[in-house]
């Protein structure tokens, strides 16, 4: 944050020598005339145009037409909509002939981009401008927008205005306004900068409070290498501890000249802020934020939600995650990456897979290609590949793609990712079909994956070299959707008997068989989280001998923070044999107990029918606790509750419930209560018996909490050891 006043103060001294910039400039020195209204659509017929066909109606619009998504943006009391009886008319209007007197003609523009739409200006019956709507896909928006043509080298001369409807299927219309020749621009302008990309990371600050948002682009050579939106600090906005400098890895195009294209700015855009440095995020980071998650995983900076291409190598557990480097909300997806020798020591390596043409990089799933099925490894002595297969969506890019599966490969342990250059390798099949999900298969020698394809349904497809896929077959009515994961576990630790989990978004799970080509459901769907904040979990690859899975602790608040999310302890999965048959069991991994710091000795102080136990030697990270409890069969009373921190978990032996923060999961009692508490600064882990029950939940920490360490209610005796847990960020990144 330093760097940053530094930075801004130097900012409003220095002025955008954009191209588009200096135009303004000159423009505002001529004395400014009236605009020449061409039509504003706002009569009850359309004047001395020329109608033809039957798109545009018998009279201009005065809005939304019957069938049509709300139109907005459009001035006065009426436009240009062609949507008459729906998208399937076609039409044209032509106006009369003007004069050409002004540098720029502004209009309002909507509706469709698809071929066969077009707004032209004409000269000689030649098209001399021409502009369409933004949509192309599903979805989208009826608002329209202000749109600028620079005609100032054909002032003089004589035009027509056309619009023009030969489109018939969705966004088969066109949407106009308020066309007017002016001195002025009307529509935001594009501001540019090039610059020598002289180091690897390209910084330039970020707001989070309502700022209005851009799309930048960044080209080299010509070429959009990245594309985003965000909320862009102008130099004249004061920064807030929650703006960040976004740092965007250049490191491809290390000494070659790019341009930083920020498009359609009303306001004058300030370059200056904007370095290069060798380090990610210029080395800042601090970790110890005032809601910064001691020992769970948030990203350093920005927005994160489900962890992908999960995948241990060579000593080194790799964690990618839905990234959004511009800002503290969702948007943008990229694959961040940090990897951890313990699953707990992270070290953020720099986003890993940015969004290109076919789109942003939503979710999917990593592994190691030991055999080379890929044929991408070239070097027999080198790292084996370490294959990823993601989404990308490719409707929440301009392009409009739909959505499809791609392929990413490393040849150096994970350091840098390549796409796969013939993406996409498993083509859209079906609505936002999306978060893939790889494992090699022994028997078979194949490759399959699992995929979510819409509503409620999933399926799996073969592969032998992950490049092209075959549908194996479909997992239907999981009830939820999203995230799949696929597994085979043991039962109760015995090898010889195990059977296979199909895993859905929001912990949905069935059990069932695989032979290779079919799934066989065994169980209806079941369930084991019933975290308030607990989504999109994924499994390791590659974790010989166990299971481990994180999961997003979806929808904690971290308010004023420059990062937004966490994810949970890393836990493993196992299969037990429960009086409700077989089931599985989410549990922290052993190595969480490592960061076990200090046992804290608790005093019990005894108050009617409760009991309140404190520290007795004044530990001072008492936010940061791990706590196992036993409690006997017989010592049950029928309802109680234990706080930690304050944190009440309430137990009904009748009711086999728990509960907490109005989460009710069932928990078993017929072997007595094992518990074990996991609390960080903004979040609380809760596993009963042995994690056949688990809610996992975040909470805005209080200022003070003077709460003690555990409070009981019903309770005469508890067993319980405390300790208090190290953060993981002691060593600075
Ligand atoms: C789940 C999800 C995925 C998608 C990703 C996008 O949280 O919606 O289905 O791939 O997030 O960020």
Same mark, same amino acid.
């Given at each position: 944050?330093?760097?940053?006043?530094?930075?801004?103060?130097?900012?409003?001294?220095?002025?955008?020598?954009?191209?588009?910039?200096?135009?303004?400039?000159?423009?505002?020195?001529?004395?400014?005339?009236?605009?020449?209204?061409?039509?504003?659509?706002?009569?009850?017929?359309?004047?001395?145009?020329?109608?033809?066909?039957?798109?545009?109606?018998?009279?201009?619009?005065?809005?939304?037409?019957?069938?049509?998504?709300?139109?907005?943006?459009?001035?006065?009391?009426?436009?240009?909509?062609?949507?008459?009886?729906?998208?399937?008319?076609?039409?044209?209007?032509?106006?009369?002939?003007?004069?050409?007197?002004?540098?720029?003609?502004?209009?309002?523009?909507?509706?469709?981009?698809?071929?066969?739409?077009?707004?032209?200006?004409?000269?000689?019956?030649?098209?001399?401008?021409?502009?369409?709507?933004?949509?192309?896909?599903?979805?989208?928006?009826?608002?329209?927008?202000?749109?600028?043509?620079?005609?100032?080298?054909?002032?003089?001369?004589?035009?027509?205005?056309?619009?023009?409807?030969?489109?018939?299927?969705?966004?088969?219309?066109?949407?106009?306004?308020?066309?007017?020749?002016?001195?002025?621009?009307?529509?935001?302008?594009?501001?540019?900068?090039?610059?020598?990309?002289? *180091?690897?990371?390209?910084?330039?600050?970020?707001?989070?409070?309502?700022?209005?948002?851009?799309?930048?682009?960044?080209?080299?050579?010509?070429?959009?290498?990245?594309?985003?939106?965000?909320?862009?600090?102008?130099?004249?906005?004061?920064?807030?501890?929650?703006?960040?400098?976004?740092?965007?890895?250049?490191?491809?195009?290390?000494?070659?000249?790019?341009?930083?294209?920020?498009?359609?700015?009303?306001?004058?855009?300030?370059?200056?802020?904007?370095?290069?440095?060798?380090?990610?995020?210029?080395?800042?980071?601090?970790?110890?934020?005032?809601?910064?998650?001691?020992?769970?995983?948030?990203?350093?900076?920005?927005?994160?939600?489900?962890?992908?291409?999960?995948?241990?190598?060579?000593?080194?557990?790799?964690?990618?995650?839905?990234?959004?480097?511009?800002?503290?909300?969702?948007?943008?997806?990229?694959?961040?990456?940090?990897?951890?020798?313990?699953?707990?020591?992270?070290?953020?390596?720099?986003?890993?897979?940015?969004?290109?043409?076919?789109?942003?990089?939503?979710?999917?799933?990593?592994?190691?290609?030991?055999?080379?099925?890929?044929?991408?490894?070239?070097?027999?002595?080198?790292?084996?590949?370490?294959?990823?297969?993601?989404?990308?969506?490719?409707?929440?890019?301009?392009?409009?793609?739909?959505?499809?599966?791609?392929?990413?490969?490393?040849?150096?342990?994970?350091?840098?990712?390549?796409?796969?250059?013939?993406?996409?390798?498993?083509?859209?099949?079906?609505?936002?079909?999306?978060?893939?999900?790889?494992?090699?298969?022994?028997?078979?020698?194949?490759?399959?994956?699992?995929?979510?394809?819409?509503?409620?349904?999933?399926?799996?497809?073969?592969?032998?070299?992950?490049?092209?896929?075959?549908?194996?077959?479909?997992?239907?009515?999981?009830?939820?959707?999203?995230?799949?994961?696929?597994?085979?576990?043991?039962?109760?630790?015995?090898?010889?008997?195990?059977?296979?989990?199909?895993?859905?978004?929001?912990?949905?799970?069935?059990?069932?068989?695989?032979?290779?080509?079919?799934?066989?459901?065994?169980?209806?769907?079941?369930?084991?989280?019933?975290?308030?904040?607990?989504?999109?979990?994924?499994?390791?690859?590659?974790?010989?001998?166990?299971?481990?899975?994180?999961?997003?602790?979806?929808?904690?608040?971290?308010?004023?923070?420059?990062?937004?999310?966490?994810?949970?302890?890393?836990?493993?999965?196992?299969?037990?044999?429960?009086?409700?048959?077989?089931?599985?069991?989410?549990?922290?991994?052993?190595?969480?107990?490592?960061?076990?710091?200090?046992?804290?000795?608790?005093?019990?102080?005894?108050?009617?029918?409760?009991?309140?136990?404190?520290?007795?030697?004044?530990?001072?990270?008492?936010?940061?606790?791990?706590?196992?409890?036993?409690?006997?069969?017989?010592?049950?009373?029928?309802?109680?509750?234990?706080?930690?921190?304050?944190?009440?978990?309430?137990?009904?032996?009748?009711?086999?419930?728990?509960?907490?923060?109005?989460?009710?999961?069932?928990?078993?009692?017929?072997?007595?209560?094992?518990?074990?508490?996991?609390?960080?600064?903004?979040?609380?882990?809760?596993?009963?018996?042995?994690?056949?029950?688990?809610?996992?939940?975040?909470?805005?920490?209080?200022?003070?909490?003077?709460?003690?360490?555990?409070?009981?209610?019903?309770?005469?005796?508890?067993?319980? *050891?405390?300790?208090?847990?190290?953060?993981?960020?002691?060593?600075?990144?």
């Amino acid at each position: 944050m330093k760097l940053w006043s530094t930075i801004c103060a130097a900012t409003l001294l220095l002025a955008s020598a954009s191209a588009a910039t200096l135009e303004a400039e000159d423009a505002a020195k001529a004395p400014r005339r009236d605009d020449v209204v061409v039509m504003n659509f706002d009569e009850d017929d359309y004047g001395d145009w020329t109608i033809e066909g039957e798109a545009f109606g018998a009279a201009p619009a005065k809005g939304t037409l019957p069938g049509q998504m709300t139109v907005s943006g459009f001035a006065g009391s009426g436009l240009a909509n062609t949507f008459y009886q729906g998208d399937k008319t076609q039409g044209k209007a032509t106006s009369p002939e003007f004069v050409i007197e002004r540098s720029y003609v502004n209009f309002l523009i909507g509706g469709g981009g698809v071929p066969g739409l077009s707004f032209d200006l004409l000269i000689d019956g030649e098209v001399a401008r021409t502009a369409t709507g933004p949509n192309l896909n599903p979805g989208g928006s009826e608002a329209l927008d202000w749109a600028t043509w620079d005609v100032s080298e054909l002032q003089g001369k004589k035009c027509v205005f056309r619009i023009v409807d030969e489109a018939t299927g969705g966004w088969g219309h066109i949407n106009v306004d308020q066309i007017a020749f002016s001195d002025k621009r009307r529509a935001g302008m594009q501001h540019e900068r090039e610059m020598v990309v002289e *180091k690897p990371y390209l910084l330039f600050p970020v707001k989070q409070d309502d700022t209005r948002s851009y799309w930048i682009k960044i080209e080299v050579d010509g070429v959009v290498v990245r594309e985003f939106t965000t909320r862009l600090a102008l130099a004249t906005q004061p920064l807030s501890p929650a703006d960040y400098n976004a740092c965007v890895d250049m490191s491809p195009w290390l000494g070659k000249t790019c341009k930083f294209v920020v498009e359609k700015a009303d306001e004058d855009i300030d370059f200056a802020p904007i370095t290069f440095s060798d380090e990610l995020y210029g080395g800042a980071a601090s970790y110890d934020e005032k809601y910064r998650p001691q020992f769970h995983f948030s990203p350093r900076f920005g927005w994160t939600n489900d962890p992908n291409g999960l995948v241990y190598y060579n000593g080194e557990y790799h964690l990618f995650f839905q990234h959004n480097p511009f800002g503290v909300i969702w948007g943008n997806m990229t694959w961040g990456h940090a990897t951890s020798p313990d699953l707990l020591h992270w070290t953020e390596r720099g986003d890993a897979i940015y969004p290109d043409e076919l789109g942003t990089i939503f979710s999917g799933s990593g592994a190691v290609d030991v055999n080379n099925t890929t044929g991408f490894q070239t070097d027999p002595n080198g790292p084996a590949p370490l294959v990823f297969m993601y989404t990308y969506n490719g409707p929440s890019m301009r392009y409009g793609n739909p959505a499809s599966q791609a392929l990413a490969y490393s040849l150096d342990s994970g350091k840098t990712l390549t796409k796969y250059e013939g993406n996409p390798t498993l083509p859209h099949i079906v609505g936002g079909n999306r978060d893939p999900k790889i494992f090699w298969y022994e028997p078979t020698q194949r490759w399959i994956v699992a995929l979510y394809l819409d509503g409620e349904d999933y399926a799996l497809f073969e592969s032998k070299d992950l490049k092209s896929w075959t549908e194996l077959c479909r997992i239907e009515k999981l009830g939820c959707s999203e995230c799949p994961d696929i597994f085979e576990l043991p039962i109760d630790g015995d090898d010889n008997n195990r059977l296979w989990v199909f895993w859905g978004g929001d912990g949905k799970y069935l059990l069932g068989k695989f032979d290779g080509k079919t799934f066989t459901r065994v169980t209806e769907p079941l369930n084991t989280k019933w975290g308030g904040n607990d989504y999109a979990a994924q499994s390791y690859s590659d974790t010989p001998g166990r299971r481990v899975q994180f999961s997003w602790m979806s929808g904690g608040e971290y308010p004023g923070m420059p990062f937004n999310q966490q994810f949970t302890v890393p836990r493993e999965l196992s299969l037990a044999t429960t009086p409700d048959g077989v089931r599985l069991r989410i549990y922290p991994v052993e190595e969480v107990a490592t960061l076990r710091d200090e046992e804290v000795e608790l005093e019990r102080e005894p108050k009617d029918g409760a009991a309140i136990y404190r520290a007795t030697k004044g530990e001072t990270n008492l936010d940061l606790l791990d706590v196992e409890l036993e409690i006997g069969q017989g010592d049950l009373p029928k309802q109680f509750s234990i706080s930690l921190r304050g944190k009440k978990i309430k137990f009904d032996v009748a009711a086999q419930t728990m509960t907490y923060d109005g989460i009710v999961a069932p928990c078993a009692f017929g072997n007595g209560l094992s518990l074990r508490l996991i609390l960080d600064r903004t979040s609380i882990e809760i596993f009963a018996n042995g994690g056949l029950s688990q809610i996992s939940a975040c909470f805005v920490p209080e200022d003070e909490n003077a709460a003690p360490v555990l409070e009981t209610r019903g309770l005469t005796e508890l067993d319980a *050891k405390v300790w208090t847990m190290k953060s993981v960020w002691n060593v600075k990144n």
